[in-house]
């Protein structure tokens, strides 16, 4: 098995991944430090696959609190086989190759666990296109995300100068999102399939202020209510889905939203003990 290499090597053959703060850097991604076997830490190793045969992929390992203390970096050979050394409990897996969806799994170590666990490599389907803004200019910068139907953010980049952007997915419906400072964030479902590019040309919308202020019958403020922004907006015959905008009052029953597109929305009042106001 192809084991993650230390920056630093001790007389010992095996390495031992370190919290971020205190360790030495190595490949973009992943901290190694060289240590002395001990009980709090363990080998941790799994499989990739693509189907039933195994692939060469890259691995990432990551632990700790947040999932962010620990990251360690390795290859899956010819075998697909990799083993690396984490601390116990809970830790996030992922597997990365050309042309293929991310594998990820969470894996939880502990002293009775020798199991080999599998990563599932899918081919991948592709989503690419051009965000803009309502002159026409291109938007350079600007975070794309794509979603499964679950919530899970399968992949990320951002536009190039030209506004261009690619990304890979499994095959399915996905959500991609795109988002701008200064600009109404857009989310929007779209069908991908394996082997194949779905085109999405986006055209943002400069964002909008809604600001006012929440009243009793009689005038009088009130703190701390609720007011949300749930909008199904239609622009050029082509559906935008989003999701919810909301704030508080503040102790003069204030309260402002920002990027929200224009349009119609529906906006709804809550407080603690007040009648629902839409």
Request: net charge neutral.
């Amino acid at each position: 098995p192809r084991r993650a290499g230390a920056v630093e090597r001790s007389p010992s053959p095996r390495a031992v991944a370190a919290p971020a703060a205190a360790a030495a850097t190595g490949a973009e991604g992943a901290t190694m430090a060289a240590a002395s076997p001990d009980r709090a830490h363990r080998w941790v190793h799994g499989r990739v696959v693509l189907g039933d045969a195994p692939h060469t992929a890259t691995v990432i390992a990551r632990a700790g609190e947040l999932a962010k203390d620990w990251v360690v970096r390795t290859e899956a050979g010819a075998d697909g086989r990799f083993e690396v050394r984490l601390p116990y409990g809970s830790c996030e897996f992922f597997a990365e190759a050309d042309g293929l969806v991310t594998a990820t799994a969470d894996h939880s170590p502990s002293p009775q666990d020798d199991v080999e666990f599998l990563l599932r490599l899918v081919p991948a389907g592709f989503v690419r296109g051009l965000v803009f803004d309502p002159d026409g200019r291109p938007l350079p910068g600007t975070a794309v995300v794509c979603a499964l139907q679950s919530g899970y953010k399968a992949c990320e980049t951002r536009t190039d100068d030209g506004g261009r952007y690619r990304l890979q997915a499994r095959e399915g419906v996905v959500s991609v999102s795109v988002c701008a400072p200064g600009f109404a964030p857009l989310r929007w479902p779209l069908y991908v399939e394996t082997g194949r590019e779905a085109v999405l040309d986006v055209r943002l919308d400069r964002a909008s202020r809604l600001h006012g202020r929440v009243v009793d019958s009689s005038r009088a403020p009130i703190a701390c209510a609720r007011v949300a922004i749930i909008s199904e907006a239609v622009r050029e015959s082509q559906p935008r889905l989003r999701g919810c905008l909301d704030t508080y009052t503040d102790a003069d029953g204030v309260y402002a939203l920002e990027g929200l597109a224009a349009g119609e929305h529906n906006a709804s009042v809550s407080g603690k003990g007040r009648v629902r106001v839409s």
